[in-house]
């Protein structure tokens, strides 16, 4: 065999040593899919990688919709109907759902926690794709394009909001409601 047959032999049984070995790895419980279990190495960087990559140029679209108090109350009831159970309501803690994930929802209405810095489009995608294998839920199917703009702006203005948005956070509990509802 030439040189190069015996480079391409190694290769392939380089590679296949490496799938065996991730395998076995996995196989014996390496990958813990416990919710409490610590990080793998790199798993952050890799998942912020394919979502940086997925996400792509969404920071470009803008939010269609005028930002005023109706828009904005629109958003605080669906943030308060499909949201909250995992991303919080103000002055409240993390709810006994979000304390049992991984990864844990950012609680959107915490002082420190804002996501004001995220631009309205990328926050669009987010609402509308949801984010694989972390539980955040995609809502492009059961929620207008109006009604993921106005969670949108609500998410993207909770440090500003006006009296009566916070009225309405404050006024129900929050409750998940079945698909294709409308939120009251
Ligand atoms: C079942 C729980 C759950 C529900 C319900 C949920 N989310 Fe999430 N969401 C998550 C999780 C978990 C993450 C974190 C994903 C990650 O770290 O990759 C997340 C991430 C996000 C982010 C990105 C935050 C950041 O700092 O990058 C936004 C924005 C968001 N969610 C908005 C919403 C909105 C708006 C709704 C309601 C329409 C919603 N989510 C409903 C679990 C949820």
Redesign the pocket.
Known sequence: MSRWSWFVVGMVIGVVALVAGGYGFVRAGGVSMETTARPLPFERQV?HLA?RASIGNAAAVKDPLALDDDNMLAGAQ??KT??A???GLPGQPPSV??QG?F????Q?LQPN?M?TD?PEGV?YW??TH??RL????G?GRT?SETQ?WQ??M??GHADELAPAVKDELAREPAR?APAGSTPQ
């Open positions: 998942a979502l669906i943030y499909h949201c159970v995992c991303h759902i979000s994930m990864p844990p929802p950012p959107l926690a996501v995220d926050t987010k609402v949801g984010i972390s539980g955040m839920p809502f929620l993921r969670v949108t609500f998410v998940p």
